[in-house]
Nanobody, 120 residues
């Protein structure tokens, strides 16, 4: 079992940057694939980015490619999402998610979410 706590959300102007963090409990963080999802008002939750257990592979949604970067520090049990060139369409609650790297299926551990608002 792993518990996830996000931080780093807030209000930022268009074109600005934010870095989200997600700290995981437990001693097996390195065995989990990690991801970020987001949910905007009135919309379904959508995939943003994921990173493998050893950071050997990363994946991004087309909407954020070239602007967002996912990374992890297994020594700190933390995954990050660096968000640059933010747009109003990036406004959403951002959720951290985890799943065992070797277990097929969907992400099954979720944080409580952190609000990101992009507005002038």
């Amino acid at each position: 079992q792993v518990q996830l706590v996000e931080s780093g959300g807030g209000l930022v102007q268009p074109g600005g940057s934010l870095r989200l963090s997600c700290e995981a409990s437990g001693r097996t963080f390195a065995s989990y694939r990690m991801a970020w999802f987001r949910q905007a008002p009135g919309k379904e939750r959508e995939f943003v980015a994921s990173i493998s257990w050893n950071a050997g592979s990363t994946y991004y949604a087309d909407a954020v490619k070239g602007r967002f970067t996912i990374s992890r520090d297994n020594a700190k049990n933390t995954v990050y999402l660096q968000m640059n060139s933010l747009k109003p369409d990036d406004t959403a609650v951002y959720y951290c998610a985890a799943k065992r790297e070797t277990v097929p299926g969907n992400f099954n551990y979720w944080g409580q979410g952190t609000q990101v608002t992009v507005s002038s």
